[in-house]
């Protein structure tokens, strides 16, 4: 029959998602995921892809011409991509930004980060080291939702989808996701829970752009009547610290729990005065990115 099953190669960390294919959807993912990452020049150059992600399924397998490699998510993920020197590479913003901070690099043609947040600072960081600029790729079990257009801008597949929008505060929507291809399993107006902000850009393209993937609604910080989104607090904390040193800020019902090395928490610390709430520092672990890399949270 060719059907496959798979399960969500994201990174929350909390209860994974199944999806069916056909061996037609399979090939037809392949088909757009590089059609619109590549131009057809670089189709032609491309030999070696990397991907690294949660888990593998039949999604990811290689093509014919293409050696394409999948990389689990560990503490050794960094290191195995550079030996194995990819053309192209798509991974969670914490293996790039490992990548960067490596003695070993990687000769990379083309660089794409998903599944977790990259703010401006770690996304300039990361195209000083590695020399060419990660740019954003909106997957999800849900499908292949946005990729960006040759000025790395995000924009959303609404050639292949309808995406309706559940407004949120400032401008920003949760998206609303029908997919008109799927059909082994259907994908009708399922409503996810990521934060996304329309942009504008001048490349041309008709589909809609958006800013990339800024959290999810879990993670809005809610006092009262006040709500603050993940950027906003990126947006304060970021260029206080240097771009591969690690921070968690979790904001909860009575204050934010700042998770540093020692040396930043002062000036994070007062940083964070700015949203009217005390401010606790706690020792940062690395488990506490794993598997997913979330500078900004909610504790209920």
Not at 51 to 64: F, K
Not at 84 to 96: E, K, M, R, T
Not at 245 to 256: E, K, S
Request: aromatic share 8%; charged share 25%.
């Amino acid at each position: 029959m060719g059907f496959s099953v798979g399960h969500s190669t994201g990174t929350s960390g909390g209860a994974r998602g199944v999806f069916i294919t056909s061996t037609a959807e399979r090939t037809l993912y392949t088909g757009q995921i590089m059609a619109k990452l590549l131009k057809p020049s670089a189709l032609l150059r491309v030999r070696k892809v990397a991907l690294c992600l949660r888990a593998s399924d039949e999604l990811y397998r290689s093509g014919r011409r293409l050696d394409m490699r999948f990389f689990p998510l560990g503490p050794d993920s960094a290191a195995a991509v550079a030996e194995f020197n990819p053309d192209l590479l798509i991974a969670p913003s914490q293996v790039l930004l490992a990548l960067a901070a490596a003695h070993k690099l990687p000769d990379l043609k083309h660089l794409y980060y998903g599944a977790e947040t990259l703010n401006d600072i770690e996304r300039a960081f990361i195209t000083d080291r590695l020399g060419v600029r990660p740019d954003p790729i909106y997957q999800a079990t849900e499908g292949f939702l946005g990729a960006p257009c040759r000025q790395g801008t995000l924009h959303l597949n609404e050639d292949t989808l309808i995406v309706e929008r559940e407004p949120l505060p400032g401008g920003r929507f949760r998206p609303i996701v029908t997919d008109l291809l799927r059909r082994t399993q259907a994908v009708v107006r399922l409503r996810l829970d990521d934060i996304l902000e329309p942009t504008t850009c001048l490349c041309g393209s008709i589909r809609a752009a958006v800013r990339p993937v800024e959290g999810r609604v879990q993670d809005i910080w809610c006092w009262s009547d006040r709500q603050v989104f993940p950027r906003e607090v990126e947006d304060h904390l970021a260029p206080l610290i240097p771009a591969d040193h690690p921070w968690v800020a979790t904001g909860h019902p009575n204050g934010i729990r700042l998770a540093c090395r020692n040396e930043h928490a002062p000036r994070l610390a007062e940083a964070l005065f700015v949203f009217g709430q005390p401010v606790e520092h706690v020792e940062y672990r690395a488990d506490m990115d794993f598997p997913k890399r979330r500078h900004v949270r909610w504790q209920a």
